[in-house]
């Protein structure tokens, strides 16, 4: 019976340490994605490429765009935050010149007084150049699983952005830079990346400390005992 305390102890400390080595596994993970983000930020702008492509190695890659933007199928997504203010972000199709189609979030718009009438979002005609970063829209849970119906939408997903619109479109997202007047004069305060280190490196701190604590209950009661 004496026996069973150490053996809830050891494992305890076994289990604990497995969490804290596994939480800095993923935070050195998250370190390497954000070295190969910040590289990808600091290389010139482009143009998309033209084959199938990796797109998550794309991420936050600065690209140039030459097209028209479809403006009969511009969209809104609801409940964005910019500056303190609650709004939409506007999503506009653009047709590149090679006749591929990508959605480009040209900003915020602050919503008026009655949500029952979404705020003006001239779109910008003719061929423009217009300049941002690649996206790559993450998962989310809807509620409902009905597809949106007008130009209202949730949450921003390309696949069913084409079924809905009959548009095919990249399965990427372009934020238009904040000095790109071609796209129009929205709001662009576009967030810095949320690598997740830092919450990493708080578990593993803590799991590597309930398993210091456990040894250093274990020493103590067993000299306890002993004594």
């Known amino acids: 019976m004496r026996a069973i305390p150490t053996l809830a102890a050891a494992a305890a400390i076994v ?22 983000l910040d590289a990808a930020m600091a290389q010139p702008p482009v143009a998309l490429p033209g084959a199938a492509t ?37 999503v ?14 040209r900003g915020f718009v602050p919503a ?28 989310y849970v809807e509620l409902a699983s009905a597809a949106p119906e007008g130009v209202l939408w949730q949450n921003l997903d390309p696949a069913r952005f084409a079924a809905a619109t009959g548009l095919p479109v990249l399965p990427i997202v372009v934020e238009l ?11 662009r305060n ?14 593993m701190i803590q799991w590597y400390a309930f398993a210091t604590l456990t040894a250093g209950l274990w020493g103590y009661f067993t000299w306890r005992r002993r004594r």
């Open 177 to 187: 830079d904040a000095a790109d007047t071609a796209g129009g004069t929205l709001a």
């Open 112 to 139: 008026g007084p009655d949500r029952r009438v979404l705020p003006a979002a001239p779109v910008p005609g003719g061929v423009l150049t217009v300049h941002g970063r690649v996206a790559v829209p993450e998962r």
């Open 15 to 36: 289990v604990f340490v497995l969490a804290g080595n596994w939480q800095h596994r993923r935070m050195l993970e998250k370190d390497a994605l954000r070295a190969a």
């Open 54 to 90: 990796d797109w998550p190695q794309w991420r936050f890659r600065a690209v140039t765009l030459q097209g028209r933007f479809d403006a009969a199928r511009q969209i809104f997504i609801d409940n964005r935050i910019d500056a303190g203010r609650v709004g939409y972000h506007v």
């Open 190 to 203: 576009w967030p810095a990346p949320d690598y997740g280190r830092e919450r990493h490196l708080n578990y």
């Open 92 to 105: 506009t199709p653009f047709v590149l010149d090679d006749g591929r189609a990508v959605l480009v979030d």
